[in-house]
């Protein structure tokens, strides 16, 4: 066996994004979801882990950015591993954590140019809403809160036996 300089071994390994995502539901535990000005659908709170970023504080600070409000970034609850597809070469691994509740929408004042709107919404229809690679985080994410453990996907895809969303 050769040895491989490290420099040229971490060249070689394949690489992925990461994304943060802030779990946030209403008083009666409806889904908050924002609708980016980029893109055909709704989606959570959330985007790209920025290099040298931890992804909590990326959810952090996406909240800040698109929400204009601070809220805690509580526990992990879903990971998603995302092959590459479509336009996207690479894989994606996306952390959804739980950002608590938010009472009222009055508080939050969108970034008017990445949202141009923000709802609460059953988790049914917050689910018809998302992608549906993405839906199955509403249900993986409600399972993780009431479990207090993290719930991973694999492509949307439960990847223990018996769990269903």
């Known amino acids: 066996m ?12 394949p690489s992925f994004y990461a994304a943060a995502a802030a779990f946030i539901t209403g008083p009666a535990g409806e889904i908050l979801l924002v609708k980016p000005t980029y893109r055909d659908h709704w989606a959570f ?10 992804p909590h504080v990326a959810c952090a600070r996406e909240i800040s950015e698109e929400l204009g409000v601070t809220l805690a970034v509580g526990e992990l609850l879903v990971v998603d591993w995302a092959p590459a ?7 994606i691994v996306s952390f959804t954590f739980d950002c608590g509740k938010v009472t009222d929408l009055n508080d939050v004042h969108l970034s008017s ?6 709802a609460f919404f059953s988790p049914p229809d917050a689910e018809r809403r998302l992608p549906e690679n993405v839906a199955p985080r509403v249900g993986a ?4 809160r009431d479990r207090r453990a993290p719930v ?11 769990d269903v969303w």
Not at 2 to 13: F, K, R, S
Not at 85 to 91: I, K, S, V
């Open 2 to 13: 050769t040895w491989t300089e490290p420099a040229i071994w971490y060249a070689n390994l």
């Open 45 to 54: 709170p959330g985007g790209y882990v920025d290099e040298g970023e931890y």
């Open 85 to 91: 597809a479509g336009l996207r070469p690479r894989a």
């Open 113 to 118: 140019h990445e949202l141009e709107d923000a």
């Open 141 to 144: 994410a409600m399972l993780s």
């Open 152 to 162: 991973y996907l694999a492509g949307g895809s439960a990847t223990r036996s018996g």
